[in-house]
Each structure stands twice: as C-alpha cells, then as structure tokens.
C-alpha cells in the first residue's frame, strides 16, 4: 500500500491547505493507490477458485433506454487483496427481456480493474423505456446471479401509478438487515437509499453481528473503506434486494467521517491533509460499491452525486447531497437554541452550486409530484424540554442548523408554486412525519410541504413505539403528525391524485428473520400540503 507522506509534508510545507495546493494534488491522490499499484501487461484470465460474485449484482440510475449494470469481482471480500490479482480482469454482460436470458437484448465485453477494485459499471443504452430486464455478468469461466432492473417510463407520459421504498442507516453491528427480505417481497420499482449505508467506527464486542477491519478508531485508508463495503454487501438480505430493482443511492456522513461538514472533520484535532485524504478514499471504494454512472467517478476527494431524474410526468425526483458543501455546524453539532448563529444566512446544507441547480430543476419540473430525497431532517423540531421553561434547542447538525437557507427552500417552493413538494429523510433512526411550513414554529402558517422521515432499517437496535414521547414532541411542534423509534423502511406509492407513505416496522433486527409489519399509513392528496392519517 502506498503511502501519502509527500503529499502531507508538501501540505504543511505550505503552512496548510491552499485551494491551488488542494487542486494540485486531487487527481493525485485518485491516481495514487490505482495506477502505481497496477501491473502493465495483458488482461488477466484469472481461473477462480472460489466464486468472485459474492458481492452478487446490482444496478441503479435507471434512465428511459437504459442504467449502470454493477457487478465487482471479490472472491474473498474480506482479504485485503479480496482474492484478486493485481491486473485487468476481462467480464462480459448481458441484458435480456426474460429471466432465463433467452431473448438477449445487449451485451458486451468490459474491464474490471485494481485501480477501481475489480468493479463494473456497465452503463446500458437502447433499450425501451418502462420495461423489466435481467441482466447477469461472467468472468474467468464463473457466471453471476441474474439480476432483475427496470427502465424508467417515457419522459412525456403520465404514468398511474409508482412504487417505490426508501431506507436509510444500516449499521451491521447493530441488526439484521431483515426489512430489505419483507421489502423485497414487496416488489418495488425502485429503492432509494439516504444513506448511512456503511458506518466506519471499530469492531465492537457483544453485537448482533460484528465490523471487520481496523480494532481500534474509524477506517482510515482505501483498503479499509473497500473491505467495509464488503463486508456490508455480502448480507444476503441486502445483496438479494440490490438485484431486485434499480436503486438509487446516496450517502450521508457514516460512508465517511460522523457528522463530517466538507472539509471539517467531526474530530477537530485531524490534520486536514490528512482528513481529504481519507474523504477521497471513502469516497473511492463508494463509488466502486455502488451502481453509479460514470459522472459519478471521483476525482480526489470530490464526486458529484446530487442529479435529478423525471418518472414521467407523475414525480420528479432531486437527490441531495447535504453533506459534501455543507458549512459546520453553528453552535457544535448538537441540540441548541435558534440563535443568531443558526440563522446566519452564510450557513448552508447544500452549497451554492448545488442550491442554484436544485431551484432551476425546480422550475423546469413537469413532475405532478416534486420529491427532494435528502439526509437530515428539515422539520425545525424543538426538543422537549429537560424542564419548564428551558429555551427551545434544535439539532445543529439537521436543517435548524441552517435555518435561514431552510426557511428559503420553503418559501421557493411557495412563491413558484412547485407542485407538490414532498421531502424524503434519513438520518436519525427514528420515523417523522411533519407538515412543513416556512417557518414551523408559526403554526397558523400554511403548509407548503410534507416531509416523510424513514426510520434505520437497524442502527440502533432493537426499537419502540414510543408514544409518550410523540405527544409531548406534539405538544411543542405544530410540525410533527407521527414519531416512532422502530426500525424498518417506508413504501410510497403514488398515482396523479394520491401519495401514500406506509411505515414498515421490524419489530426486532436483534433477531434473525423476525416480522416486519404495516405500522402506520399517511396520504398527501395531490394539490394540499400536509399529511393526512390513513
Ligand atoms: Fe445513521
Ligand atoms: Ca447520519
């Protein structure tokens, strides 16, 4: 393994991270660990003796006439070499409109190489939009499980109905991943995951299951990052619900760093040479876990994941990244008042760029239904009082946090009139349904939005209703219609007139193949803002 000792020392040479410094070295650092460690030659025709699917197939970012087709070769996810050799590894694909494969549509020859892992991404065009298609992979004389994908409807059709769940959270250590097994059974078009979908800390004793990889402190290097990748995608539950349908993913902080703001870490002592460093590791063996596009290809430690995508004409989807652009946290990350420093209008969750292309494809939207699927909560929840008379305190690391930018969304999506605006949350390990408003501490202010917020589907173990305290965060928030701390994942459907959010409760994840049930139903009808008890 390389090291990136000059690149440290130039760094402080420097006396800090200059931009035209961080510039410089960014392609470097992507570079380093790939292509200085791969052997020149011809492809490689491994034979294996062991199964290099394990991590099985996947596929995402459908478009009308095609998606990313992913696969990675890793017959021992676990070893630091995952079982491959340090050269290209020739692997052809292959598209069909049945599962037996018999009515090819598609296929190619492309490479798997150990500067990205021995992963694939084979972005398909040419098929027809609105269809199912399976699609399975071969390397080295071995064939892969045959997936199942979909393509996204015509861009001018109104179609009746969509589908879909999204989830969010899943520490291994914590659960099973039993809500993707009752999920897949559901048989969704798609899967949108808000993130969390690894978490770096250490190994820890007495879990339901245990991490892998460095015994002490968070992942560290590339081959950390990729073996928890690993680890995480050979849970059966997981690796089955991947080549059930396209998803669409993006992360929070725990892919990374805990509650990370761009470049500042949650543990202010890092050196920041060191801490992008990592950020371009992390975000490497991401992109290599993942069914993304080429666009998505990081370059150092920056990649663009925020894109949009139109389900016809029924919902128009943007998916954020609040994570990567984002301000620090005012005031430290934890519960604190709205005070002059939440509201400062400098704060922001999403960076300028990404702001200004989110309120353009806003504008643009022909969707009936206008989804923003993000990370934190925008819901300006005022914790319950420790004692009477407390002062109010919202989480720093959630939209209160940028509270003025929050505010500003709203009141966009209320002077343009986007059609039905609907938030999609993750993050907390807890389920929310809120009624937005401009600002949600006025109550007898009109609702502009609804926000479903999607429990883990297992950070935090065994969960609970908790009742009591819904109705004492009721009684402090005109905002929040349901709260629960169970585990489990949300299925939406939508048609022209309705959406439904029903709330899938795991009743215990500390349990292998326990029950998921229906908990709770909420439907926006389309044209009034605001969450309604099914
Ligand atoms: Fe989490
Ligand atoms: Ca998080």
Same mark, same amino acid.
């Given at each position: 393994?390389?090291?990136?000792?000059?690149?440290?020392?130039?760094?402080?040479?420097?006396? #800090?991270? %200059? =931009?035209? *410094?961080?510039?410089?070295?960014?392609?470097?650092?992507?570079?380093?660990? !790939? &292509? @200085?460690?791969?052997?020149?030659?011809?492809?490689?025709?491994?034979?294996?003796?062991?199964?290099?699917?394990?991590?099985?197939?996947?596929?995402?970012?459908?478009?009308?006439?095609?998606?990313?087709?992913?696969?990675?070769?890793?017959?021992?996810?676990?070893?630091?070499?995952?079982?491959?050799?340090?050269?290209?590894?020739?692997?052809?694909?292959?598209?069909?409109?049945?599962?037996?494969?018999?009515?090819?549509?598609?296929?190619?020859?492309?490479?798997?190489?150990?500067?990205?892992?021995?992963?694939?991404?084979?972005?398909?065009?040419?098929?027809?939009?609105?269809?199912?298609?399976?699609?399975?992979?071969?390397?080295?004389?071995?064939?892969?499980?045959? #997936?199942? %994908? =979909?393509? *996204?409807?015509?861009?001018?059709?109104?179609?009746?109905?969509?589908?879909? !769940? &999204? @989830?969010?959270?899943?520490?291994?250590?914590?659960?099973?991943?039993?809500?993707?097994?009752?999920?897949?059974?559901?048989?969704?078009?798609?899967?949108?995951?808000?993130?969390?979908?690894?978490?770096?800390?250490?190994?820890?004793?007495?879990?339901?299951?245990?991490?892998?990889?460095?015994?002490?402190?968070?992942?560290?290097?590339?081959?950390?990052?990729?073996?928890?990748?690993?680890?995480?995608?050979?849970?059966?539950?997981?690796?089955?619900?991947?080549?059930?349908?396209?998803?669409?993913?993006?992360?929070?902080?725990?892919?990374?760093?805990?509650?990370?703001?761009?470049?500042?870490?949650?543990?202010?002592?890092?050196?920041?040479?060191?801490?992008?460093?990592?950020?371009?590791?992390?975000?490497?063996?991401?992109?290599?876990?993942?069914?993304?596009?080429?666009?998505?290809?990081?370059?150092?430690?920056?990649?663009?994941?925020?894109?949009?995508?139109?389900?016809?004409?029924?919902?128009?989807?943007?998916?954020?990244?609040?994570?990567?652009?984002?301000?620090?946290?005012?005031?430290?990350?934890?519960?604190?008042?709205?005070?002059?420093?939440?509201?400062?209008?400098?704060?922001?969750?999403?960076?300028r760029e990404q702001r200004n292309w989110l309120d353009s494809r806003l504008i643009a939207s022909q969707?009936?239904?206008?989804?923003?699927?993000?990370?934190?909560?925008?819901?300006?929840?005022?914790?319950?009082?420790?004692?009477?008379?407390?002062?109010?305190?919202?989480?720093?690391?959630?939209?209160?946090?940028?509270?003025?930018?929050?505010?500003?969304?709203?009141?966009?999506?209320?002077?343009?009139?986007?059609?039905?605006?609907?938030?999609?949350?993750?993050?907390?390990?807890?389920?929310?349904?809120?009624?937005?408003?401009?600002?949600?501490?006025?109550?007898?202010?009109?609702?502009?939005?609804?926000?479903?917020?999607?429990?883990?589907?297992?950070?935090?173990?065994?969960?609970?209703?908790?009742?009591?305290?819904?109705?004492?965060?009721?009684?402090?928030?005109?905002?929040?219609?349901?709260?629960?701390?169970?585990r489990g994942y949300v299925l939406c459907t939508v048609t022209p007139e309705q959406w439904r959010s029903?709330?899938?409760?795991?009743?215990?994840?500390?349990?292998?193949?326990?029950?998921?049930?229906?908990?709770?139903?909420?439907?926006?009808?389309?044209?009034?803002?605001?969450?309604?008890?099914?």
């Amino acid at each position: 393994m390389l090291t990136h000792g000059p690149i440290q020392s130039a760094l402080r040479h420097e006396g #800090g991270l %200059t =931009r035209r *410094l961080f510039l410089a070295q960014a392609a470097a650092i992507a570079a380093l660990p !790939a &292509f @200085a460690a791969a052997r020149p030659g011809p492809v490689g025709r491994p034979a294996f003796d062991t199964d290099p699917f394990r991590l099985g197939v996947a596929s995402g970012d459908p478009s009308e006439d095609g998606m990313v087709l992913w696969t990675r070769l890793c017959p021992r996810p676990l070893e630091p070499d995952h079982g491959m050799p340090q050269e290209a590894v020739a692997v052809r694909w292959e598209i069909a409109e049945n599962e037996s494969m018999s009515r090819g549509v598609r296929r190619g020859t492309t490479l798997a190489t150990p500067q990205l892992a021995h992963s694939v991404h084979v972005e398909v065009t040419g098929l027809r939009p609105g269809r199912t298609y399976w699609y399975r992979f071969h390397a080295g004389g071995a064939t892969s499980p045959v #997936g199942r %994908t =979909r393509t *996204l409807p015509p861009r001018e059709s109104l179609p009746a109905k969509l589908r879909f !769940a &999204f @989830a969010s959270c899943q520490h291994l250590e914590h659960g099973h991943f039993t809500a993707y097994r009752h999920m897949a059974a559901q048989d969704p078009d798609f899967v949108v995951h808000l993130g969390d979908y690894i978490y770096e800390g250490p190994g820890k004793e007495g879990q339901v299951r245990r991490h892998t990889g460095p015994e002490k402190g968070r992942l560290q290097t590339l081959r950390d990052y990729r073996i928890r990748h690993s680890q995480y995608r050979s849970d059966p539950d997981l690796q089955a619900m991947h080549a059930r349908c396209p998803w669409w993913v993006t992360w929070d902080d725990h892919e990374f760093d805990n509650n990370y703001a761009n470049t500042v870490p949650d543990n202010k002592d890092t050196d920041p040479a060191t801490f992008l460093i990592r950020r371009a590791a992390a975000y490497q063996a991401y992109y290599e876990a993942m069914p993304l596009r080429s666009s998505c290809i990081p370059a150092g430690p920056d990649l663009r994941l925020y894109r949009g995508m139109a389900f016809g004409r029924l919902a128009e989807f943007q998916i954020l990244d609040t994570r990567q652009y984002r301000t620090d946290q005012p005031n430290g990350d934890g519960p604190k008042p709205l005070n002059a420093a939440a509201l400062d209008p400098a704060n922001s969750l999403l960076g300028r760029e990404q702001r200004n292309w989110l309120d353009s494809r806003l504008i643009a939207s022909q969707g009936r239904w206008n989804v923003i699927a993000q990370q934190v909560m925008m819901g300006m929840v005022a914790r319950v009082p420790k004692a009477d008379g407390a002062e109010r305190t919202y989480s720093m690391d959630q939209w209160p946090g940028a509270a003025h930018e929050r505010m500003a969304l709203a009141r966009f999506w209320q002077d343009r009139r986007v059609p039905n605006p609907v938030v999609l949350t993750g993050d907390i390990h807890s389920n929310w349904v809120n009624d937005l408003r401009v600002d949600d501490r006025i109550g007898d202010s009109p609702v502009v939005a609804t926000e479903f917020v999607g429990t883990s589907i297992s950070s935090g173990g065994k969960g609970g209703l908790a009742e009591a305290e819904l109705g004492k965060l009721q009684a402090e928030n005109p905002c929040v219609r349901f709260f629960s701390r169970e585990r489990g994942y949300v299925l939406c459907t939508v048609t022209p007139e309705q959406w439904r959010s029903d709330y899938l409760a795991a009743e215990d994840v500390t349990q292998p193949n326990g029950p998921v049930v229906l908990r709770r139903s909420f439907v926006v009808e389309s044209g009034k803002a605001g969450a309604i008890k099914a």
